[in-house]
């Protein structure tokens, strides 16, 4: 599988397409390591398919609590940005990020632990649903505060530049993020100053339930960059193919000392949380939604391609669905966090007269009323 050397900025700022992939229902002739890439592609997205759809199961069983947010529809996005990054880049997303923490490397059953709140989850169940962060696969968080994540991830941008590193950072974020002034104001300092970084709209055209196109007066997402003289580029997000080589590009840009804006259009499935029913959306639509589905669709390539036949897809699918129901078994018998952790992680380091008061306790215990002999 080829990748296509890095274009002009005019060029990069129009959708592009892959003329290098075989047109439908060619034989292409496929190496054994891009027959293994494509597999593995798959696989990934089986497997955050099943795991999100045993967490919404689990949250109808009140087993996981707050908000919780899936990436059912976005495998294909998911697996083709985290698969162009090295170990040692840097991760930043927001609240919808299970599949990232996934395929960048943090075991499924520490994941649906964390789902659950409990201790032997990847934020030792303090974090839950949005709020994962393992510094040892440099995911340094999800974020519940939209574009919470945005002025952070510039900032380690600023640091790995400042060191003359050769990492770069990730930065996903939702389309209605892009309407806040965080998103102009990292995009303009990162620009003059050239730091590493990628900056990745996931857009499913819907912010919550507002669509793009209503919500923004530049719906096209990508071109925002121009703005700030920063390279950009709009994906197809249903083709992981297609996302991981324009995220090679941004990569490789970020890596060489130039910003990069990525647009993944891509859908959402389901409502924007697991609590929303989505009765915004259109029979026909959803219909359609449904018929782009990205794990349907390139498990049907890779059979057209005689990539895979269908034993092998129903074997994939069991294992998975397997590594899945033992995730949310493990999470089950995983203990709860004992109460005394609370504030353990408030702060990174020690910090003089941090409180520790649990929510209704006084700040200073109440000083004794003094007794003037009125009642004697």
Request: a negative charge; charged letters at 25%; hydrophobic letters at 40%.
């Amino acid at each position: 599988m080829t990748t296509r050397a890095r274009t002009s900025v005019a060029t990069q700022s129009r959708p592009t397409t892959s003329p290098d992939r075989p047109t439908p229902g060619a034989k292409p002739d496929v190496s054994p390591a891009d027959r293994e890439l494509l597999t593995g592609f798959y696989r990934q997205m089986m497997l955050i398919r099943r795991f999100e759809e045993r967490a919404a199961r689990a949250y109808t069983q009140a087993l996981i609590g707050g908000y919780c947010h899936l990436n059912l529809g976005e495998e294909a996005a998911v697996v083709g940005l985290m698969s162009a990054l090295r170990p040692s880049d840097y991760l930043f997303t927001n609240y919808r990020e299970h599949g990232y923490a996934i395929t960048r490397g943090i075991h499924p059953n520490r994941v649906m632990a964390e789902l659950y709140g409990r201790s032997d989850g990847v934020s030792k169940g303090w974090g839950g649903s949005m709020h994962m962060f393992d510094f040892e696969k440099r995911m340094l968080g999800g974020y519940g505060i939209v574009g919470g994540q945005i002025p952070l991830a510039t900032g380690a941008a600023l640091a790995i530049d400042y060191r003359a590193g050769d990492e770069i950072v990730l930065c996903t974020m939702g389309d209605g993020t892009t309407n806040i002034g965080a998103f102009h104001e990292s995009l303009n300092i990162a620009s003059l100053w050239n730091l590493p970084i990628v900056y990745v709209i996931i857009n499913n055209r819907l912010g919550m339930a507002t669509t793009v196109d209503k919500a923004s007066a530049e719906p096209d997402l990508y071109k925002r960059a121009s703005a700030y003289r920063m390279a950009s580029e709009r994906v197809d997000g249903l083709d992981p193919v297609a996302v991981f080589e324009a995220a090679q590009r941004a990569v490789a840009q970020a890596r060489s000392g130039k910003p990069f804006l990525l647009e993944v259009v891509t859908e959402r499935l389901r409502g924007h949380s697991v609590v929303d029913p989505a009765k915004y959306r259109s029979d026909e639509e959803m219909s359609l939604v449904k018929e782009r589905d990205p794990v349907h669709t390139f498990a049907a390539k890779l059979v057209a391609d005689g990539l895979l036949d269908e034993q092998e897809l129903a074997k994939i699918d069991e294992e998975v669905t397997l590594q899945a129901t033992e995730a949310a078994a493990f999470a089950e018998n995983s203990p709860f966090p004992d109460v005394s952790t609370l504030f353990d992680y408030t702060y990174a380091t020690a910090v003089a007269n941090d409180s520790h008061r649990l929510p209704g306790q006084p700040l200073f215990e109440p000083a004794p009323i003094p007794d003037y002999g009125v009642n004697q």
